[in-house]
């Protein structure tokens, strides 16, 4: 440091003093930004701007991939061309014994053809859950539903398509 920095420093520590001691940083620190070339100015921004900037948004990146992965495990998307025929033979195979081949219940399940199971209500989601990891009794008497595991979610999709096509047609959208 040469004799001339020391001197501004003492004077602005002086300043400091008159001012009261907590302004002290405050003046060293717009000395310093003052003196900086723009070499130092790049730095400076560089180390306290981009740097946590970047740091933050990587956490950000991180919590929304590790979300995002949780939730595709939970929810196996469904593939985008749901096949009505190829749902209602995988229906008639899996679903029907409980839910009666004309959706309508039997003494085992309830009815598909119900306002409960509109889309609003009980969305596609709702299927693949119930598929994968069962469901509990909440609307009717029937008891829990089993998981049914010799279904994929791909077959799901292709059930509940068929599903809804039979609903609309019955006025339940």
Known sequence: MSSKETK?????????IKKGRSDLDAIIKKHRRERMTQGD????FW??????????GLFVWAML???????AQTLPLPQPHPNVAQGKRLFEKNCAGCHGIDLKGSDKG???????????????AAFQMAVKHGSKAHHWRFGD???VPALTSDEVVHITSY???????????
């Open 8 to 16: 501004e420093l003492i004077l602005l520590e002086a300043e400091a």
């Open 41 to 44: 100015k790049f730095f400076d």
């Open 47 to 56: 180390e306290n701007k981009v740097i946590p900037t970047f740091w933050i």
């Open 65 to 71: 991939a590790f979300l995002g992965l949780v939730q």
């Open 110 to 124: 309830p009815p598909f053809l119900h306002p409960v199971y509109e889309s609003a209500h009980h969305g596609d």
């Open 145 to 147: 539903m089993p998981p």
């Open 163 to 173: 599903v809804r096509q039979v609903q609309r047609q019955n006025g339940i959208n």
